[in-house]
């Protein structure tokens, strides 16, 4: 779509007047608009919205002077993200070409005070689950437009080389440009086809979190813009409260339009390796022996696998077995199963020293021993693998579907109460999608953000990754998935498990109280502080927004 030609400034109302609505605005914030125990409004579509609505926020958008455009229509999938669940309508999309175009924006808005309750949402890569990236009736302005200026590398200093990037630009970008140099971000989430600002906002958490924390830990400094439009530049030096908010802030205190990422040397090649247990302790002790290890795999993960026929064999087209006719033989039908998935990285010069390095590893450990299989990939393969399953979803159509995924941390104190409960009572299968669990070292996460986690130094990522067939009313159904997750969590409360949610979704603030607990004064004030109005990320349903029209 071509931008459309700039637009006559229409004539201001008095300055008299706009002190008069700012000051208006500002006074209105109270308890009642920041703070409400009452769940929040869950319009189904923007069918409420008037022709006349709609051409008053129109008219006063157009008065922007930006670089890039608004569109007021063809909006559909600014109502989409990955859950597939939530839909809402915004009122325009902006396509930004400079961060003063999210900041004038977001400042037209601020300055508009309580005689709108526009709001602004920024999206990404339209991964949300559960409409988070959304703005009913609102402004979701498109990252992945933002891509000015260009990646810029600062190798000079060897010991801390990062790369400065905007915030729109998607990680696997990030690792074909660093490569170049020989060089690549420490931390990665599973998907690489997302955005920066899109992981900041959250944590940022994969199988390289128990050595280099999660992706909000290998950032140097950040550009965000706030509720208030005002641009500022934050790092643990400078504007240091909201450099540690808008890390794991759900997009609750601005925008990040900008990040200096840190890098470090890249490998070349990775040995790839999976092995399977059918008792739970040994499978989470050994995890736990490998990421408190001082010498271990650069990657650890795993997952749980119900009653599945074939398992093996449906790895042969990755990966070789280390005993073929064993494997052969080997049974998972009927069984709870846990895999351990571990890589080591390298490069081909040291390809008999690291052999040695991982026979040595693998000898610690106590899985079956005829279910090793191993591959060995090139570095980029193994980071982009879970693309290479998302074509081939794509191709069948089964990529646009409904995902009702729960992610939970679980303190590791609470982990076997949890796998006893959850893996063969509450599941009885794991046919609706993969489920992830690894721990991680709480100490290596960057403490003062605002991501919230069990109180224990060593914690459990729990993801259960569903996907749901549309219009089904059968065990492959939303109803039926999100009735499980509810089960989960049900349990979690009565059994004190201690759990918190990771990419969490609430519908009352009495309920974002409990998840942030002693964090909520701190998160709260950090509202009222960078967004005063409460204009910033709806879609997360936190604060109510602050305004004089009647909310729907």
Known sequence: MKSPPTHVFFKHKSMLLR?????????????TNLCCDQPFATPISSSSSTPSSFSVIQSSLKQLNIEGYFSFKNFDHAAKDFGNRYHFLPSAVLYPKSVSDISSTIKHVFDMGVTTDLTVAAR????????????????????????????????????????????????????????KLGLTPKSWTDYLHLTVGGTLSNAGISGQAFKHGPQINNV???????????????????????????????????????????????????????????????????????????????????????????LLNNWRSTFNPKDPLLAKEFSSEGKVLYCLEVAKY??????????????????????????????????????????????????????????????????????HDFAREVFGKILTDTSHGPILIYPVNKSKWRKGTSVVTP????????????????????????????NKNKKILNFCRKAHIGMKQYLPHYTTQEDWKGHFGPQWETFKRRKSTYDPLAILAPGQRIFRRASGVQQQ
């Open 19 to 31: 002190l008069l609505i700012f000051i208006l605005g500002i006074c209105s914030i109270n308890r």
């Open 124 to 179: 990404g890569h339209g991964h949300s689950l559960e409409g988070q990236a959304q703005a009913y009736q609102g402004v979701v302005i498109n990252m992945e437009s933002l891509r000015a200026p260009a990646m810029r590398f600062h190798t000079g200093n060897q010991e801390l080389p990062f790369v400065d990037v905007s915030a729109g630009e998607l990680w696997i970008n990030i690792l074909h440009e660093s490569l």
């Open 220 to 310: 140097y400094q950040l550009e965000v813009v706030t509720g208030k439009g005002e641009v500022i530049t934050c790092s643990e030096e400078k504007n240091a409260d909201l450099f540690y908010g808008v890390l794991g802030g759900l997009g609750q205190f601005g925008i990040i339009t900008r990040a200096r990422i840190a890098l470090e040397p890249a490998p070349k090649k990775v040995k790839w390796i999976r092995v399977l247990y059918s008792d739970f302790s040994t499978f989470s002790y050994d995890q736990e022996h490998l990421i408190s290890s001082e010498n271990s795999f650069d990657y650890i993960e795993g997952f749980v696998i119900i009653n599945r026929t074939g």
């Open 346 to 415: 390298f490069n081909p010069e040291e390809t008999t020293k690291t052999d040695q390095n991982v026979d040595v590893l693998l000898s610690k450990l106590n899985y079956i021993q005829s279910t090793l299989f191993q591959s060995e990939v090139s570095y980029v393969d193994f980071l982009d693998r879970v693309h290479v399953s998302e074509m081939k979803l794509q191709e069948k159509g089964l990529w646009d579907i409904p995902h009702p995924w729960l992610n939970l941390l679980i303190p590791k104190s609470k982990i």
């Open 455 to 482: 109180e224990e130094d060593v914690m459990y990522l729990i993801a259960f990754l569903s996907s749901a067939m549309p219009s089904s009313t059968g065990k492959d159904g939303v109803e039926y998935i999100l």
